[in-house]
């Protein structure tokens, strides 16, 4: 390990921060742990977004950026001022977050070829990049980070980007899991889940809530079960948050769903006895493992990833079509009648988890990660050094 921590980087991380979800985490993380080991960081985001109030609280400095335009085939953002930050804080390190704002980023980093530019893929990819000028761009990317391993094949797919310069990192949850058994209560089941507090259609909501309903009027367990909906911006700002409890409302389910605020969801996993993924645009939400290493059973949405997860470790928890709420209640229902297998089947499995979606595991990835692609580029240029690379 003592390479990585060799050379003192200044590293931009573009993380615009529109929503706020599983990447939003990640690109702060990444923040932190380059900064702990020694590097000089920036987050590059929206002025006011959440990641901002965020990044701000962990004492990260940000640059803004300043908008997009549209044209007549993509969304193409201004980069004055990214262009102008790279040179003003020598940045030799970029580290992108969102497809959109990858490609003009590796067009201008054509013309900077000593900077290295790492992307991190966190969620679904269904669009094929597979045009001449896409192909171009693709080049410019030095590394790929991915989460799960089962998203290797579609994104070599989607953006024919080499194999070779795919790196498996996990996720790097659980660094501060401390069971709190203590907090949750006796009387009742208590069910997780989170909302990013930026949504703009509570279709997504609707199938949990009314699952939750269906399953107390049911009675089938011997407690009743209540759903904690957390969000990590106030309700009070919450545009949605009439038509939430009108629908809770509507379903006579005010006794049984609650809407709560927190400063760290994270934490939150770990005072339910079950946690409900529901964002279904990314393989596999960092809270279902954060969750999992914290002996609480998940039902995440059915995709590829979270389906092979139980086929390798065993049944830890289940998974649902997304929208379906009655196979979420019968999933639910399931869980909680059989708690004691799930418990113990995750409390067997949690050594493979830590090993490969653990925090340590995902902190060595990512900085051995930098040092290799800083080390072929610094080399790279060495070579050829009149020649965009």
Known sequence: MANIYRDQQNILYVCLGSKWGTRERMALKDCLIARETGHNVFLYCLRDSF???????????????VGSISLNFLKWHRLNAFVQYLTKFNITLVHCYDISFLWPASFYLKRKPKVSLVFTFNHEIKKFYKRFWHRNLIRRIDQVFLPVKEMADGVHGHLEVPIRKFEYTGLGVGKNVTSQASDKSSGAWFIGCAVGGHEKEIDFLKPAISAISSLNTKSSLTKKVKLLIYSEVSWDKFLLQDEVREFIAA?????????????????????????????????????????????TPTLAPRTYATKELFRKRGRLGETYKSGDAREIREKIEKILSTYTDYITRIERGRGGLISDFGFEFYKNQLLMGYQKILTKRERLIRNRPYKSV
């Open 51 to 65: 990641i901002n109030l965020k990044a701000k609280q962990l004492g990260i400095d940000c640059l803004f950026h």
């Open 251 to 295: 379903v006579s389910a005010n006794d049984h769903v609650f809407l709560e605020f927190t400063d760290d969801l994270t934490s939150a996993c770990q005072k339910v006895d079950a946690w409900l993924g529901l964002d279904t645009k990314i393989p596999i939400e960092d809270l279902l493992i954060n969750s999992l290493l914290n002996d």
